[in-house]
């Protein structure tokens, strides 16, 4: 059984970071690239950042570049997404998600985590 679950969320002050943690089983997870998403309410799941299987990375724009970080260690079959500089918009529920193959910031991916909440107070 394929399992994503998300950690590290919380409550942060404008300008904190946070680091989030995607932890992997049931799949060869050196075999899978993998993504972060976000959903704030009433709207659909926003692509951040991907990476593939050897480390290679997609952000969805410079300005996520410039704060977000996402990074894997395959030995330890875990996925990370440090976020500094936060803002209150970036207040939503993060995702993380792996595919057997790269699509890059399409929502296709096979498996998905739960989600963990991420609250920036302003």
């Known amino acids: 059984q394929v399992q994503l679950v998300e950690s590290g969320g919380g409550l942060v002050q404008t300008g904190g970071s946070l680091r989030l943690s995607c932890a992997i089983s049931?799949?060869?997870?050196?075999?899978?690239?993998m993504a972060w998403f976000r959903q704030s309410p009433g709207k659909a799941h926003e692509f951040l950042a991907a990476?593939?299987?050897?480390?290679?990375?997609?952000y969805r724009t410079d300005s996520v570049k410039d704060r977000f970080t996402i990074s894997r260690v395959n030995a330890n079959n875990t996925m990370y997404l440090q976020m500094n500089n936060l803002k209150p918009e970036d207040s939503a529920v993060y995702y993380c998600?792996?595919?057997?193959?790269?699509?890059?910031?399409?929502?296709?991916?096979?498996?998905w985590g739960q989600g963990t909440q991420v609250t920036v107070s302003s």
């Open positions: 049931g799949l060869t997870f050196s075999s899978y690239c």
């Open positions: 998600a792996a595919n057997s193959e790269w699509i890059g910031a399409r929502l296709e991916y096979e498996y």
């Open positions: 990476i593939t299987w050897g480390g290679g990375t997609l």
